[in-house]
């Protein structure tokens, strides 16, 4: 290292002053500057808005005439848009009791499942992942050629309605739900909580009811909207299973108005980045939590 | 806290490594300022710790050093030379971090011979070297595992060896064993003493940790909000504290209500000389040490709270007559019981005061 | 430990009561509670049995057999006519193509959000968002192609009348497997980002300083630290998008209404007609056939997995 680097003190200051602003860190590691982050996300981004907004002005588009109008939207809330979009609001109607049904087998045969895992034979432990893991290598297009016979005999004992077909949803959100009970699940003392209340008396419902559960709320929660939000995006389960949900509508009714199709296709999607921004929040609150 | 200071610490050994001198630095980060002015000079071959609260500066200090943080103004030099526009890369510098440094993909030996691979070191010479200095550590026989394969202490020590085997100009330490077992801790930070010396290697070293500090370096700087209070030899700093802030983070003190007159600590009838800046006359807080007093036959009243032996000393907490409650060491010979009526006397030592509604 | 075990005598807090309340005898009750909690796992083990074991059974099953209920292997040996040989090649392409593009991408985008905070607005709205448009294949994302790329899309219409470029010169391509690779891309992207951050984000910044220390370029850390560090994650996560896209149906159900150009259009044409090729329980087969890669690409992923987890927690 040669003496001519050394700097007089003024021209020191000077230079690593200019050479590194005030408040910025010296980039060592892996992190793009500031300016690389903007450029990618903002042109991944931009590119990834570019179908939304295509959908948004095709909800506006008067036909095939190349003008603009609004009657699409406000035909919406006309006096006959009942009438005329009975089938399709019958369709939402039933992707909702589909998504409550699913999120209740969530609640009342995962969740006590699992609990029951964890807390009495943690030796089961990897056969329930295992297990709640398959239906992502047995996708539903698989998993319908063989639903097709079970649900034949379903429909002799249940009848055919169309809550019916949750069972069906309650395995594609397996997965899922899983993954966001369990998380939780490990992000808690489970064994130190539940020994503590078993040495001052408690017994194992109530360590159950008053500790673990309450401690659960957030995996549940994040457990139910992300199952919410498969059910109303399933298609391939009712389509092959001349079902009527949510998605299956929208194809039909897009064959004939594909206006109002889009129009239910962007108030879905909304609805599930909300569902999906709650669930963004509950994770991050939970970390914030374990970290204070 | 124990406050023996019978450590040995002479540096004989040959003084090879640089100089490292900061002059006038300041760093601050939005709106706070981590490093107000901070002036150090370090001898080749010494070992100065930084010792201090959390955000203190220490770390920064030590990051400006490494290069890791850009300063906004002021000079770093190592061996005379102004460092402000090398990077990290090129600074020839040994750095170990508190935790979790090693790279989780390579072995114990793989990790170690990194630096000399990044100076593109023949590979027979680089595995030499590194088993070399993977001896230094004691830890040969671990050379093929993984990092979650070792323990926190053999982790820093691996991490040791990695920063050592390049011979750099400067080794930093940024709090290297606050994350160990209190066993580890005391073991590793000899071992890492015996090398320093061994090596005469110029090294700065970050701890939290009074005792740590006192232990291990040959001069120590206690930072406060972003400046160096005072910087000496531990014998120094506790002996004669610059300021009460110094006595009171370097050992242990009792507080106790004083009057200060004519610049003399009057306290119980005891007259004291005043350690550090002077002070307006008035109330104050005088800081002593529980060796600067003693149990004896007369002198201010007292009950003993408890008594807790410490080996070669036992420390008694003892409830004075005004309520002031007050950390006394003696010889362990004498055994007071919780109860017991007690009197208590001074030294007559010089002591450290605080304004009088002083919170820690 | 498990509160079912019966206690040994030098363990935690329960048997200390034991030791205090001598007439409460934890052995016994605690087999009979083994006994009760095996016994509460019967209502989920029964769904899982009726809805996921049976029919995967049920639909690998009937490929073996003919439609008057004889066992054969001629719906098997079907999967082997260059129809469905081809068939197999689309799918295999199309998921190939648009998890290699979905990787790339995602990782960028991954490597774009190094260094913002954990819980932060940009994060948490990326992660959303990533998490809904992960979910936007099926017919909602076929609405969004055929506005943005169709014959009247919007860039479509961009292209021709601004710049003269007519993107379907050489025929309608959108409704075709070439046409599905955008579509899928646009859900396998967002897919990487889910399951590609966490193992980016664990980049530890120490790595990186000690690098620095040591003498490396930043060049040097990418190559010896960064990369090697995520490379596994980025392999696993790139056969998890092409399981991805080769299960995936909606989209292109929505999107092409004629003919069976990959193996899930294959099979419902199979459901639908009852017949292709003039052989009954095709889509057994079929389902079998798919299966069959999906077990190998999982089997892959694992294998990924264990040969990394020598050096991983």
Same mark, same amino acid.
């Given at each position: 290292?040669?003496?001519?680097?050394?700097?007089?003190?003024?021209?020191?200051?000077?230079?690593?002053?200019?050479?590194?602003?005030?408040?910025?860190?010296?980039?060592?590691?892996?992190?793009?500057?500031?300016?690389?982050?903007?450029?990618?996300?903002?042109?991944?981004?931009?590119?990834?808005?570019?179908?939304?907004?295509?959908?948004?002005?095709?909800?506006?588009?008067?036909?095939?005439?190349?003008?603009?109008?609004?009657?699409?939207?406000?035909?919406?809330?006309?006096?006959?848009?009942?009438?005329?979009?009975?089938?399709?609001?019958?369709?939402?109607?039933?992707?909702?009791?589909?998504?409550?049904?699913?999120?209740?087998?969530?609640?009342?045969?995962?969740?006590?499942?699992?609990?029951?895992?964890?807390?009495?034979?943690?030796?089961?432990?990897?056969?329930?992942?295992?297990?709640?893991?398959?239906?992502?290598?047995v996708p539903?297009i698989v998993l319908v050629v063989g639903?097709?016979?079970?649900?034949?005999?379903?429909?002799?004992?249940?009848?055919?309605?169309?809550?019916?077909?949750?069972?069906?949803?309650?395995?594609?959100?397996?997965?899922?739900?899983?993954?966001?009970?369990?998380?939780?699940?490990?992000?808690?003392?489970?064994?130190?909580?539940?020994?503590?209340?078993?040495?001052?008396?408690?017994?194992?419902?109530?360590?159950?009811?008053?500790?673990?559960?309450?401690?659960?709320?957030?995996?549940?929660?994040?457990?139910?909207?992300?199952?919410?939000?498969?059910?109303?995006?399933?298609?391939?389960?009712?389509?092959?299973?001349?079902?009527?949900?949510?998605?299956?509508?929208?194809?039909?009714?897009?064959?004939?108005?594909?206006?109002?199709?889009?129009?239910?296709?962007?108030?879905?999607?909304?609805?599930?980045?909300?569902?999906?921004?709650?669930?963004?929040?509950?994770?991050?609150?939970?970390?914030?939590?374990?970290?204070? | 806290?124990?406050?023996?200071?019978?450590?040995?610490?002479?540096?004989?050994?040959?003084?090879?490594?640089?100089?490292?001198?900061?002059?006038?630095?300041?760093?601050?980060?939005?709106?706070?300022?981590?490093?107000?002015?901070?002036?150090?000079?370090?001898?080749?071959?010494?070992?100065?710790?930084?010792?201090?609260?959390?955000?203190?500066?220490?770390?920064?200090?030590?990051?400006?050093?490494?290069?890791?943080?850009?300063?906004?103004?002021?000079?770093?030099?190592?061996?005379?030379?102004?460092?402000?526009?090398?990077?990290?890369?090129?600074?020839?510098?040994?750095?170990?971090?508190?935790?979790?440094?090693?790279?989780?993909?390579?072995?114990?030996?793989?990790?170690?011979?990194?630096?000399?691979?990044?100076?593109?070191?023949?590979?027979?010479?680089?595995?030499?070297?590194?088993?070399?200095?993977?001896?230094?550590?004691?830890?040969?026989?671990?050379?093929?595992?993984?990092?979650?394969?070792?323990?926190?202490?053999?982790?820093?020590?691996?991490?040791?060896?990695?920063?050592?085997?390049?011979?750099?100009?400067?080794?930093?330490?940024?709090?290297?064993?606050?994350?160990?077992?209190?066993?580890?801790?005391?073991?590793?930070?000899?071992?890492?003493?015996?090398?320093?010396?061994?090596?005469?290697?110029?090294?700065?070293?970050?701890?939290?940790?009074?005792?740590?500090?006192?232990?291990?370096?040959?001069?120590?700087?206690?930072?406060?909000?972003?400046?160096?209070?005072?910087?000496?030899?531990?014998?120094?700093?506790?002996?004669?504290?610059?300021?009460?802030?110094?006595?009171?983070?370097?050992?242990?003190?009792?507080?106790?209500?004083?009057?200060?007159?004519?610049?003399?600590?009057?306290?119980?009838?005891?007259?004291?000389?005043?350690?550090?800046?002077?002070?307006?006359?008035?109330?104050?807080?005088?800081?002593?040490?529980?060796?600067?007093?003693?149990?004896?036959?007369?002198?201010?009243?007292?009950?003993?709270?408890?008594?807790?032996?410490?080996?070669?000393?036992?420390?008694?907490?003892?409830?004075?007559?005004?309520?002031?409650?007050?950390?006394?060491?003696?010889?362990?010979?004498?055994?007071?019981?919780?109860?017991?009526?007690?009197?208590?006397?001074?030294?007559?030592?010089?002591?450290?005061?605080?304004?009088?509604?002083?919170?820690? | 430990?498990?509160?079912?075990?019966?206690?040994?005598?030098?363990?935690?807090?329960?048997?200390?009561?034991?030791?205090?309340?001598?007439?409460?005898?934890?052995?016994?009750?605690?087999?009979?509670?083994?006994?009760?909690?095996?016994?509460?796992?019967?209502?989920?083990?029964?769904?899982?049995?009726?809805?996921?074991?049976?029919p995967t &059974?049920l639909a690998v099953?009937t490929g073996?057999?003919?439609?008057?209920?004889?066992?054969?292997?001629?719906?098997?040996?079907?999967?082997?006519?260059?129809?469905?040989?081809?068939?197999?090649?689309?799918?295999?392409?199309?998921?190939?193509?648009?998890?290699? &593009?979905?990787?790339?991408?995602?990782?960028?985008?991954?490597?774009?959000?190094?260094?913002?905070?954990?819980?932060?607005?940009?994060?948490?709205? &990326?992660?959303?968002?990533?998490?809904?448009?992960?979910?936007?294949?099926?017919?909602?994302?076929?609405?969004?192609?055929?506005?943005?790329?169709?014959?009247?899309?919007?860039?479509?219409? &961009?292209?021709?009348?601004?710049?003269?470029?007519?993107?379907?010169?050489?025929?309608?391509?959108?409704?075709?497997?070439?046409?599905?690779?955008?579509?899928?891309?646009?859900?396998?992207?967002?897919?990487?980002?889910?399951?590609?951050?966490?193992?980016?984000?664990?980049?530890?910044?120490?790595?990186?300083?000690?690098?620095?220390?040591?003498?490396?370029?930043?060049?040097?850390?990418?190559?010896?630290?960064?990369?090697?560090?995520?490379?596994?994650?980025?392999?696993?996560?790139?056969?998890?998008?092409?399981?991805?896209?080769?299960?995936?149906?909606?989209?292109?159900?929505?999107?092409?209404?004629?003919?069976?150009?990959?193996v899930?259009?294959?099979i419902?044409?199979a459901l639908?007609?009852?017949?292709?090729?003039?052989?009954?329980?095709m889509a057994g087969a079929l389902a079998l056939g798919m299966i069959v890669?999906?077990?190998?690409?999982?089997?892959?992923?694992?294998?990924?997995?264990?040969?990394?987890?020598?050096?991983?927690?």
């Open positions: 290292m040669s003496a001519s680097r050394t700097a007089p003190v003024q021209r020191g200051e000077t230079a690593s002053t200019r050479a590194k602003p005030a408040n910025q860190a010296v980039r060592i590691g892996a992190e793009p500057s500031a300016l690389t982050r903007r450029l990618i996300l903002g042109i991944i981004g931009a590119i990834f808005l570019i179908p939304v907004i295509a959908m948004i002005e095709f909800t506006f588009r008067n036909g095939l005439a190349g003008d603009y109008t609004v009657s699409h939207w406000t035909g919406l809330f006309s006096e006959d848009s009942a009438r005329t979009y009975r089938g399709l609001y019958q369709a939402i109607g039933n992707s909702l009791v589909l998504a409550a049904v699913t999120v209740g087998i969530v609640l009342l045969l995962l969740l006590p499942t699992m609990v029951l895992v964890h807390m009495q034979l943690p030796r089961l432990k990897r056969t329930l992942e295992f297990i709640c893991i398959i239906p992502i290598t539903a639903l097709a016979p079970v649900y034949s005999v379903v429909v002799k004992v249940l009848g055919g309605s169309t809550w019916t077909l949750a069972f069906a949803y309650g395995i594609t959100v397996l997965p899922y739900a899983y993954r966001a009970i369990q998380s939780n699940l490990d992000a808690i003392p489970v064994k130190t909580l539940s020994e503590a209340a078993s040495t001052l008396g408690a017994g194992w419902m109530t360590v159950l009811w008053t500790i673990l559960l309450p401690n659960l709320r957030r995996g549940v929660l994040a457990a139910s909207f992300i199952s919410i939000a498969v059910v109303l995006g399933e298609f391939t389960i009712a389509s092959l299973l001349n079902r009527r949900n949510l998605q299956t509508a929208l194809l039909q009714v897009s064959q004939s108005d594909p206006w109002v199709a889009v129009i239910f296709a962007l108030f879905a999607l909304a609805l599930a980045f909300v569902l999906l921004l709650i669930i963004g929040r509950l994770g991050s609150a939970t970390l914030s939590r374990r970290k204070s | 806290m124990t406050t023996t200071l019978t450590e040995s610490r002479t540096t004989t050994a040959p003084t090879t490594g640089a100089t490292v001198h900061l002059s006038a630095v300041v760093k601050a980060f939005a709106g706070h300022t981590a490093l107000n002015s901070i002036d150090l000079e370090v001898a080749p071959g010494e070992l100065v710790a930084l010792l201090g609260p959390s955000g203190c500066g220490k770390t920064t200090a030590l990051r400006s050093i490494s290069g890791l943080e850009s300063i906004d103004s002021g000079r770093i030099l190592i061996d005379g030379e102004d460092v402000a526009e090398t990077p990290t890369n090129k600074r020839d510098i040994g750095m170990v971090f508190q935790a979790y440094s090693l790279f989780p993909h390579m072995t114990v030996l793989e990790n170690v011979e990194f630096g000399l691979k990044m100076r593109k070191v023949a590979a027979t010479r680089r595995r030499e070297r590194a088993l070399e200095t993977l001896d230094m550590v004691g830890l040969t026989k671990h050379r093929d595992r993984f990092a979650h394969q070792l323990s926190g202490g053999q982790q820093q020590r691996v991490a040791l060896a990695r920063a050592l085997v390049t011979r750099p100009r400067v080794l930093l330490l940024d709090e290297p064993l606050s994350a160990l077992d209190a066993k580890v801790r005391v073991q590793l930070r000899e071992e890492i003493r015996r090398i320093q010396t061994e090596l005469g290697i110029t090294t700065v070293f970050v701890t939290h940790d009074q005792e740590e500090a006192l232990a291990v370096a040959d001069r120590v700087a206690v930072m406060r909000d972003g400046r160096i209070e005072q910087i000496g030899t531990p014998e120094e700093l506790y002996a004669t504290p610059a300021n009460a802030f110094v006595a009171d983070f370097v050992g242990l003190s009792n507080r106790m209500p004083a009057e200060l007159i004519d610049g003399t600590v009057t306290l119980h009838g005891c007259s004291l000389n005043l350690l550090g800046a002077s002070m307006p006359d008035g109330p104050v807080l005088a800081l002593v040490r529980p060796e600067d007093m003693f149990l004896a036959a007369d002198g201010i009243a007292g009950t003993v709270i408890s008594s807790s032996f410490l080996g070669s000393l036992r420390r008694t907490r003892v409830r004075l007559f005004d309520g002031t409650v007050v950390a006394i060491q003696h010889e362990v010979e004498r055994h007071p019981l919780p109860g017991e009526a007690v009197s208590v006397r001074l030294k007559g030592a010089p002591v450290s005061a605080l304004p009088p509604k002083h919170k820690k | 430990m498990s509160l079912a075990t019966a206690p040994a005598p030098e363990q935690d807090g329960v048997e200390h009561s034991a030791r205090h309340h001598p007439r409460v005898a934890l052995v016994k009750p605690s087999n009979r509670r083994r006994r009760l909690a095996y016994a509460g796992l019967t209502p989920f083990a029964a769904y899982v049995l009726i809805f996921l074991a049976l &059974i099953v073996f057999f003919s439609d008057d209920g004889t066992l054969t292997f001629d719906n098997v040996t079907g999967l082997f006519t260059p129809t469905i040989i081809a068939t197999f090649g689309s799918s295999f392409w199309l998921s190939g193509v648009s998890a290699v &593009i979905g990787a790339v991408v995602g990782a960028l985008i991954c490597y774009a959000m190094l260094g913002t905070r954990v819980g932060g607005v940009l994060r948490t709205i &990326i992660e959303s968002a990533a998490s809904v448009l992960a979910q936007f294949g099926g017919v909602m994302l076929a609405f969004a192609f055929i506005a943005t790329i169709g014959v009247q899309g919007l860039v479509t219409v &961009i292209l021709r009348d601004t710049f003269g470029v007519d993107i379907f010169a050489d025929g309608v391509w959108l409704y075709q497997v070439p046409g599905l690779v955008l579509p899928y891309v646009y859900f396998q992207v967002p897919l990487m980002v889910i399951t590609f951050l966490p193992a980016l984000t664990a980049l530890r910044p120490q790595w990186a300083e000690a690098s620095a220390t040591l003498g490396g370029t930043r060049f040097a850390y990418w190559r010896h630290i960064a990369a090697p560090v995520v490379a596994p994650a980025f392999l696993g996560s790139l056969l998890l998008l092409f399981a991805n896209a080769f299960s995936s149906f909606a989209t292109a159900a929505a999107l092409i209404s004629q003919g069976s150009q990959i899930p259009l294959q419902r044409a639908v007609s009852e017949t292709v090729l003039g052989r009954e329980n890669v999906m077990v190998v690409v999982m089997w892959a992923y694992s294998v990924l997995q264990s040969r990394t987890s020598r050096w991983q927690r």
